[in-house]
């Protein structure tokens, strides 16, 4: 046996391998990226960063038909593009073993909504696990495929950002199982036409009965008696927040989430007068517990939005749980607020911002000096929201910036309030992000003859989640040298007459280039190229402030760069940070900004 400290993405990875997982497919979004990074460094495992999650899911669907075990892994957004094929697969089932697994992220470190990934397990009458821990997340791979293979399902195996990225120790043996099953044809089950899909669908509902009888002998599931007055049900990670805000409560921590083991529950809470439920986001375990007749105390005290921790669980119920059972007891209060060292000052606040020379900085610059109306994408530049660039007008999801920008044309074109507008609608979407999902809207544009302006920022690299490769880079999360897609010909195929290539750093370039294609009658595109400065910095050039000739204008600052700063009337550049971009001293009229280079 090995002992390890790692991440519940690292062991989630490690657990696949040692179940003998052979593919793994996925789009990169925090916080499930490291799960595909960490299989991937396994020889014997084919890894791909997919163009999307819906081909993710494909890819996964197809290797476990060919009899290969295969996990594909997203977070919860990408659980929308996938739902497609997800909807389905329940009907068509598996040969080796398929586990999805998605990874919400509440209180949105990294992500445009909360979502409650719960309900896609129950939408599509697939069983759902979730881990408390890292130990889980290994042993839950093995677990789940053994499921998936015996129920001919896929299963969902949800994690939340604290299981993903909390660090525990895990026991493990070093060893990798074989799976290799033979392929059969067999259309009726795999081919869902109508008359096909009527017969798979009580098919479906009916393994969903012998599934709940499996969960009651889960093995993760756990019933913890302590106190005999105080009953909490939870499950993921909120067990640790509840078993460290209570530690003499007694816990019914659910591994198999849907379909739940009732009888498990009814017999639990059987031993008290009311139940409480620890759970993040939706009141999915409070209303099934509500549904069999059981008091329970959840959402009505426990925020439904955010993210949970232990002392807000504790002060959410450490009231209620005294006035129910009238009993006091200090280990049912929250943990009193512990500071490691003091601290001497308050840090100034610091908001989110694109890096120095980061080249989106300079597209923004010059889509304000033309008054666009801006419709964006997910990526860095979306920071570009705030000021004072203040350049983004509306962002949804990715690919979405495409379409709404067709959107926002059609309804100026024909408006008289908003007359003015139009002409000035532009989208901007990345590489990564284009080739995710802005193609089809892009289709959609020249095929309905749309008069818009598409920007692609080309970064060469999927900056926002750590530098993952693409389709566009050339290169594949296996290390391998391949095709990269021309993202110019692309365009020209699908019908853009006008496709132009500029470098964001040229400031009037890129202004001027914007203008005349937001003038054409036509849909044109626009490719910002310049590789992301974290991966491709520009080494030995910075820029310096002739102190005699600012006149403090502070123009500079319109660019929102955070190595310039004003020292009392002067601008001045922080050298450690500046990477020699240039256009600082391309926007600064007096002149007062020049290039040092390290052999001057």
Same mark, same amino acid.
Request: charged share 25%.
């Given at each position: ?46 890894? +791909? ?100 293979? %015996? ?13 993903? &990225?909390? %660090? ?27 008359? &096909? ?46 078993? +460290? ?61 955010? +993210? ?9 119920? /450490? ?18 607020? &512990?500071? @490691?060292? @003091? ?22 610059? /010059? ?37 709404? /920008?067709?959107?926002?044309?059609r309804a100026f074109a024909s408006s008289e309030v908003n007359a003015d507008k139009k002409g000035r609608v532009v989208c901007v979407l990345g590489d990564s992000t284009f080739i995710h999902g802005g193609i089809t809207g892009l289709i959609d544009m020249v095929y309905n003859q749309t008069v818009s302006t598409i920007v692609i920022l080309d970064n060469r690299t999927t900056a926002m989640t750590g530098f993952q490769d693409h389709p566009g880079t050339g290169r594949t999360l296996m290390g391998e040298d391949t095709h990269a897609l021309d993202l110019v010909e692309l365009c020209r195929a699908i019908g853009v007459e006008s496709v132009r290539v500029v470098d964001p750093w040229e400031l009037e370039e890129m202004e001027t280039v914007l203008r005349e294609e937001m003038e054409s009658p036509h849909t044109s ?23 005699? +000739? ?51």
């Open positions: 046996m090995k002992r390890v400290l790692i991440s519940g993405n690292e062991a989630l990875a490690l657990g696949a391998w040692c179940a003998g997982v052979r593919v793994g497919a996925a789009y990169p979004g925090t916080p499930s990226t490291e799960i595909l990074e960490e299989l991937s460094t396994h020889p014997d495992v084919y890894c +791909e960063w997919s163009p999307n999650e819906k081909v993710a899911l494909e890819v996964g669907i197809g290797s476990c038909l060919g009899g290969a075990r295969s996990l594909v892994a997203m977070k919860h957004v990408g659980l929308n593009v996938a739902a497609d094929p997800w909807m389905t697969l329940p009907y068509i089932g598996v040969n080796a073993g398929l586990v999805l697994v998605v990874a919400d992220d509440p209180g949105m470190h990294s992500s445009q909504n909360e979502q409650d990934s719960r309900y896609y397990a129950r939408m599509a009458k697939v069983p759902l696990l979730e881990p408390s821990d890292s130990q889980e997340c290994f042993d839950m791979v093995s677990t789940a495929m053994e499921l998936s293979e %015996r129920f001919d399902t896929p299963v969902l195996v949800r994690l939340e950002t604290r299981i993903s &990225h909390s %660090r525990t120790v895990i026991e493990y043996r070093d060893e990798r199982q074989q799976v290799d099953l033979p392929y059969e044809k067999d259309a009726a089950k795999r081919v869902m036409i109508p008359g &096909h899909a009527r017969l798979r669908h009580p098919v479906v509902i009916a393994r969903l009965e012998e599934l709940e009888r499996e969960a009651e002998s889960f093995p993760f599931n756990a019933v913890e008696m302590r106190s005999s007055r105080v009953g909490i049900v939870t499950s993921g990670v909120c067990y640790q927040y509840a078993r +460290e805000a209570f530690p003499e409560a007694s816990m019914l921590k659910l591994g198999f989430i849907y379909p739940l083991p009732r009888k498990i529950i009814r017999e639990f809470a059987s031993h008290f007068q009311r139940l409480y439920v620890v759970e993040e986001l939706e009141p999915y375990l409070e209303e099934a517990l509500k549904a069999m007749g059981i008091d329970v105390v959840g959402k009505s005290r426990i925020p439904r939005d955010g +993210e949970l921790d232990p002392t807000l669980v504790g002060e959410s119920l /450490a009231e209620l749980i005294e006035m129910d059972t009238g009993v006091k007891h200090g280990g049912w209060s929250p943990p009193a607020p &512990h500071t @490691p060292f @003091p601290v001497e000052s308050e840090l100034p606040g610091r908001p989110p911002v694109m890096c120095p020379g980061c080249p989106h900085r300079g597209l923004f610059y /010059a889509l304000n000096r033309n008054k666009a109306v801006v419709s964006s994408d997910i990526g860095c530049y979306t920071l570009s929201v705030l000021p004072p660039l203040a350049g983004i007008d509306c962002q949804v999801c990715m690919g979405a910036s495409v379409g709404m /920008a067709l959107g926002l044309e595109v626009v490719i910002s190229s310049r590789a992301c400065v974290l991966r491709e910095r520009r080494s030995g050039v910075w820029y310096e402030v002739i102190e005699e +000739e600012c006149t403090g204008c502070k123009r500079c600052l319109r660019l929102g760069c955070p190595a310039i700063v004003m020292r009392g009337e002067k601008a001045e550049v922080q050298q450690d940070l500046c990477v020699g971009c240039s256009m600082c001293a391309q926007v600064c009229r007096p002149g007062a900004l020049r290039e040092v280079r390290a052999h001057d």
